[in-house]
């Protein structure tokens, strides 16, 4: 089905046209007709208006990606094809669509055939779900007859709307522009600081990621610019674990800004594990995802971010620093 | 002994030592960075030689006003978190062959100073080359503040950055297709009702796509227990990217609103359709079967059930015994 959205009308731009794929498991031979059923409680939605369907056979419509489905047409369907939408009414009766004229059709063979409006108006149910459908080949005392399941969805597409009124917005504050990391030791224990960030929007989430600059060349982390020049180094992994005496270096982890919510601190920069902090790298092209809500967020809510930092035994004294850049957007 | 007393009083007196050279001195400015933009994305339809002209709002909720380069770049996505955007390095820039950076103007240029409590507008004009060729293009208007901190001391300092990211598809055929790579549950069984569900798409068309669809579960009993929206902050996945979509079904209790149960093996079915037109004609789907397994309160009612025959049998012996 080109639409499988739930409680389509057929008019403009709730159109409904289908592809029947149909593999018959007898010969049949030609003057026959098929029909597609649907539930009898679905009366008058799958047929809107009862009259006349447009018939294409078909054995490559380009409109439908039938790969992964286990379908492939072999051949359009023959004949001079006529079709119809009748309506059910009550009990008993059901909404069919008729397609006449068919020509002989040989059992393992599928055939193709595309059923759209033409006087008569496809629809669907209303409700989301599955709906079965039964789909009958028959020519005289000829029939071969398969049930198979539909599921509708309560939305199959996107719209985008575009007014003053629902414009995104995303507003992103971070406490300070500098964080002092105190006092670190030739190959003792880390060093923490921290600041916090904080976020609102009116688009349907937001994202904050994360990258640094570290000695402009190598990797990101603290820098001695002066001589002897010196980097602790972020790192290749993709935590630190500070606490462990032989590993040395700088990251970061965020605090969840909303423990129920939505916002999701991603894996690596949690703050669940103390001394443990997630890795940075350098440049747009290392930015990382830090922190990031599906869903709105009218008022600001903030996240702590906390940096770590260990000097190795040979990190020569002097000023360390490091210059973090935060991206944060909104989804588009 | 008088050489260990040395030995400990030279350690004494390097600890300040050190502690001087690593320490950070005071930091005498700290200040709040803040930057907030509208729209947050804008998605374009226009033809080649077309002129097209627009603003975007950019503010500062700061009590400080504070200096930001302007950039205008092509940009790709964060990882693979489709909706994301930073913008690309120069050496990316080279080999990328749908950048719209050149063809927008923004005004004013350089650097722009985002006054405190104020709103910024930028207007920027579009012109798209005569000899464009068809395709989706990307750019971002991308602001970065230029930060002022104090350079003293050991210290991490910050700057921030926000911007609007422009898709701009030039022509009318475009190949909406995709790749439906893993649809999973983070683990095989659950204690309550509270699964994410992993998908990752693969966009294999020539325009970003934005999918959208739903996530059914149902039980042993085939009846539906639940129906969740697929993406439903409609994050767009660019052409020739991949993306990981999280959603979460969360549920109290083990009763479905419709009054199914909501225990044992569950499938899941994902349901997600892309194209802008016939959206039906090209349905990815997948299902995933995990458990919800309640073991505490089953432990619970097995610990009860053995006490009540343990009671029993002790009773009967009591009696027999009488």
């Known amino acids: 089905m080109s639409r499988i959205k739930a409680g389509l009308t057929g008019a403009a731009g709730q159109t409904v046209e289908m592809i029947l794929a149909i593999n018959p498991s007898s010969n049949i031979s030609t003057g026959g007709t098929i029909v597609l059923e649907f539930p009898d409680a679905e009366d008058a939605t799958w047929c809107r208006t009862e009259g006349s369907l447009t018939i294409t056979a078909t054995a490559t419509d380009p409109a439908a990606d039938l790969s992964g489905t286990g379908w492939q047409i072999d051949s359009a369907l023959p004949g001079t094809l006529t079709g119809a939408c009748t309506q059910g009414s009550g009990v008993g009766t059901v909404d069919k669509f008729t397609i006449s004229g068919v020509g002989a059709l040989t059992a393992g063979t599928t055939y193709g055939v595309k059923i759209g409006n033409n006087l008569g108006v496809i629809g669907t149910a209303a409700a989301a779900g599955e709906h079965a459908i039964t789909v009958t080949a028959s020519q005289g005392t000829t029939s071969d007859s398969k049930s198979f399941k539909i599921d509708l969805l309560t939305d199959d597409a996107v719209v985008i709307t575009a007014t003053v009124s629902d414009m995104a917005t995303v507003d992103c504050t971070i406490s300070a522009n500098t964080v002092n990391l105190g006092t670190l030791f030739p190959g003792g224990t880390y060093a923490t600081g921290s600041h916090t960030i904080t976020t609102s929007t009116t688009s349907s989430g937001y994202y904050w990621a994360v990258y640094g600059t570290g000695d402009g060349s190598t990797d990101a982390g603290l820098w001695k610019s002066t001589a002897t020049t010196h980097l602790i180094q972020s790192g290749t992994t993709a935590t630190l674990d500070l606490t462990n005496a032989s590993i040395t270096g700088f990251g970061m982890t965020l605090s969840d800004p909303d423990t129920a919510g939505s916002a999701v601190v991603t894996t690596n920069f ?27 967020q009218l008022s600001g809510e903030s996240s702590t971010v906390t940096y770590g930092a260990k000097a190795s035994a040979a990190a020569p004294a002097g000023t360390y620093q490091e210059t973090v850049y935060f991206v944060c957007g909104g989804y588009y | 002994m008088i050489l260990k007393i040395i030995r400990e009083y030279k350690r004494i007196l390097l600890l300040p030592v050190i502690l001087l050279c690593f320490s950070a001195s005071p930091l005498l400015a700290q200040s709040t ?17 077309e002129s097209y002209e627009g603003e975007v709002v950019f503010w500062n909720m700061s009590q400080n006003s504070d200096n930001y380069q302007i950039m205008v770049k092509p940009f790709r996505q964060i990882e693979n978190q489709p909706g994301t955007a930073i913008v690309l390095t120069e050496e990316e820039e ?9 063809w927008i103007t923004v005004t004013p240029r350089g650097l ?16 798209v080359p005569p ?21 003293k001391g050991t210290a991490a300092f910050t700057n921030l950055g926000s911007g609007m990211p422009i898709l701009i598809q030039i022509g009318d055929e475009f190949v909406e297709n995709a790749e439906l790579l893993t649809f999973t549950t983070e683990k095989k ?9 992993y998908t990752t798409i693969k966009n294999i068309g020539d325009t970003h796509i934005t999918p959208s669809g739903e996530i059914i579960i149902t039980n042993i009993f085939r009846q539906e227990v639940a129906r969740i929206q697929f993406n439903r902050n409609t994050q767009s996945l660019l052409r020739e990217n991949t ?23 569950l499938k899941a079915k994902l349901l997600v359709t892309y194209r802008s037109i016939q959206p039906g004609f090209a349905v990815l789907t997948e299902d995933v079967t995990f458990w919800i397994i309640p073991w505490k309160i089953i432990v619970a009612i097995l610990v009860v059930a053995l006490a009540g025959i343990i009671y029993s049998i002790s009773r009967k012996k009591l009696q027999n015994r009488k």
Do not use: C, H
Request: positive net charge; proline residues 3%; aromatic residues 12%.
């Open chain 2, 131 to 151: 000899d464009a060729t068809n395709g989706e293009y990307t750019a971002e208007i991308f602001l970065i503040s230029q930060s002022d901190a104090q350079r």
């Open chain 2, 94 to 102: 080279k080999g990328y062959n749908f950048s719209a950076a050149k």
């Open chain 2, 189 to 197: 069984w659950y204690e309550k009702t509270s699964v994410n569900f």
């Open chain 2, 112 to 127: 722009v100073k985002l006054e405190s409590n104020k709103n910024t507008k930028l207007k920027y004009i579009i012109n």
């Open chain 2, 33 to 49: 960075l803040s930057i907030g933009v509208a729209p947050t994305s804008k998605i374009l339809k226009l033809v080649p030689g």
């Open chain 1, 270 to 296: 949690v703050d669940t594990t103390a001394g443990t902090f997630g890795t940075i790298d350098r440049l747009f092209a290392g930015a990382k995802m830090v922190l990031y809500q599906n869903g709105n």
């Open chain 2, 243 to 265: 993306g990981n979509y999280i959603d979460n079904w969360t549920q109290s209790g083990y009763l479905s609103p419709n009054k199914a149960i909501a225990l044992g093996p």
